[in-house]
């Protein structure tokens, strides 16, 4: 099973990243050096996932670590603004700079102890995939056709994905499943990145515009939707990319069971609900062009909110690397 290795470390030490933004036409590795590069990696969206940018920012970090302590904090400030909703870039960033106390506070070198740290966030965020497939898997009947919704597989992780995760777990044991992928609007993450990975990896799939997915649903052939996750609030509700919700609403109503799949580093036990969960809004261009060519009428105003919030009571299940649990026991876990 081929699947992308999205980042890297180069062999002097930089930062190698596949630039999602050119996919699927092409497959091209950035050479990243400094911490403005990586954080407008992850504001351009060339770098993205929860999970992964995460990793990118810890990396970023690390790229820091040769101009001392001021120099870390700055990183880690200009890397937290880069994007709001995901809880898994700020937890990271969180971590590296309680490393970085610790080194200083022992008289440790700074370098060596980031560049670990980084490394250890992603080995980590690595092992959490796998676990998430292992337990996700026998929740998906042999031969299924399942749902998705934008990209949560090996492009958005250090690993094999979260929503993708048990796809490919039951992928290696030999036993195919189907997928139904929708393009994603507004930046096609489903049918630019997920087709693409599932392709590759020899997973049969088939691609369905946005406004299709409830009639797919109403045919009665799909057996559940796996979807990813940007940040989870202690009651259960679940950010994630736009359409997400409108997706476990037609999931609701034909019955189909929905899960959540995600890392522990994706729950966020601070944020009550999510009401309180800050939703990313983005240029209107993306909305209103296609690779810089109008596609909308002039003059027309936009909202572009890059993420939506899926209430727990729509939620079936939600799987974590530590276990899987009905949404409303998702503190449970932080314990
Ligand atoms: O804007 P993106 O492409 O970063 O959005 C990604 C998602 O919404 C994913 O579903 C989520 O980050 C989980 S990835 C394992």
Same mark, same amino acid.
Not at 124 to 130: P, Q
């Given at each position: 099973?081929?699947?992308?290795?999205?980042?890297?470390?180069?062999?002097?030490?930089?930062?190698?990243?596949?630039?999602?933004?050119?996919?699927?036409?092409?497959?091209?590795?950035?050479?990243?050096?400094?911490?403005?590069?990586?954080?407008?990696?992850? #504001? !351009?969206?060339?770098?993205?996932?929860?999970?992964?940018?995460?990793?990118?920012?810890?990396?970023?970090?690390?790229?820091?670590?040769?101009?001392?302590?001021?120099?870390?904090?700055?990183?880690?400030?200009?890397?937290?603004?880069?994007?709001?909703?995901?809880?898994?870039?700020?937890?990271?960033?969180?971590?590296?700079?309680?490393?970085?106390?610790?080194?200083?506070?022992?008289?440790?070198?700074?370098?060596?102890?980031?560049?670990?740290?980084?490394?250890?966030?992603?080995?980590?965020?690595?092992?959490?995939?796998?676990?998430?497939?292992?337990?996700?898997?026998?929740?998906?009947?042999?031969?299924?056709?399942?749902?998705?919704?934008?990209?949560?597989?090996?492009?958005?992780?250090?690993?094999?994905?979260?929503?993708?995760?048990?796809?490919?777990?039951?992928?290696?044991?030999?036993?195919?499943?189907?997928?139904?992928?929708?393009?994603?609007?507004?930046?096609?993450?489903?049918?630019?990145?997920?087709?693409?990975?599932?392709?590759?990896?020899?997973?049969?799939?088939?691609?369905?515009?946005?406004?299709?997915?409830?009639?797919?649903?109403?045919?009665?052939?799909?057996?559940?939707?796996?979807?990813?996750?940007?940040?989870?609030?202690?009651?259960?509700?679940?950010?994630? #990319?736009?359409?997400?919700?409108?997706?476990?609403?037609?999931? #609701?109503?034909?019955?189909?069971?929905?899960?959540?799949?995600?890392? !522990?580093? !994706?729950?966020?036990?601070?944020?009550?609900?999510?009401?309180?969960?800050?939703?990313?809004?983005?240029?209107?261009?993306?909305?209103?062009?296609?690779?810089?060519?109008?596609?909308?009428?002039?003059?027309?105003?936009?909202?572009?909110?890059?993420?939506?919030?899926?209430?727990?009571?729509?939620?079936?299940?939600?799987?974590?690397?530590?276990?899987?649990?009905?949404?409303?026991?998702?503190?449970?876990?932080?314990?």
């Amino acid at each position: 099973m081929q699947l992308p290795n999205p980042i890297a470390w180069t062999s002097a030490g930089q930062i190698r990243l596949l630039d999602q933004t050119l996919l699927p036409s092409e497959e091209r590795y950035l050479v990243l050096d400094s911490v403005e590069s990586v954080a407008e990696a992850i #504001k !351009t969206l060339r770098v993205r996932g929860a999970p992964l940018i995460g990793i990118a920012a810890a990396m970023g970090v690390a790229l820091a670590a040769e101009g001392g302590p001021e120099q870390v904090r700055a990183a880690a400030a200009m890397l937290g603004a880069t994007r709001p909703t995901a809880v898994n870039l700020h937890w990271a960033l969180r971590r590296m700079e309680r490393r970085a106390d610790r080194a200083a506070m022992v008289g440790e070198a700074l370098a060596p102890a980031l560049r670990a740290e980084a490394q250890a966030i992603w080995d980590e965020d690595r092992e959490m995939c796998e676990r998430i497939g292992a337990l996700g898997a026998p929740l998906i009947p042999h031969g299924a056709t399942v749902g998705t919704i934008c990209n949560a597989g090996a492009l958005a992780t250090g690993g094999i994905g979260t929503a993708l995760a048990p796809i490919y777990h039951h992928q290696r044991l030999g036993r195919g499943l189907h997928v139904v992928v929708p393009e994603t609007r507004p930046l096609l993450q489903g049918s630019r990145l997920t087709a693409w990975e599932l392709t590759r990896a020899g997973v049969e799939c088939t691609l369905i515009a946005d406004g299709m997915i409830a009639s797919r649903l109403r045919l009665g052939d799909v057996a559940c939707v796996l979807v990813g996750a940007d940040r989870i609030a202690a009651n259960g509700d679940v950010a994630n #990319k736009i359409g997400t919700y409108g997706l476990a609403l037609a999931a #609701k109503v034909h019955k189909v069971p929905f899960y959540v799949l995600a890392p !522990t580093s !994706t729950i966020d036990p601070s944020v009550p609900d999510g009401a309180a969960i800050p939703i990313e809004l983005r240029a209107a261009e993306e909305v209103s062009e296609w690779q810089g060519v109008r596609a909308a009428a002039q003059g027309v105003s936009v909202w572009n909110p890059a993420f939506d919030v899926t209430p727990a009571e729509l939620v079936t299940a939600i799987v974590t690397d530590r276990g899987v649990v009905p949404p409303g026991q998702i503190s449970r876990l932080m314990d």
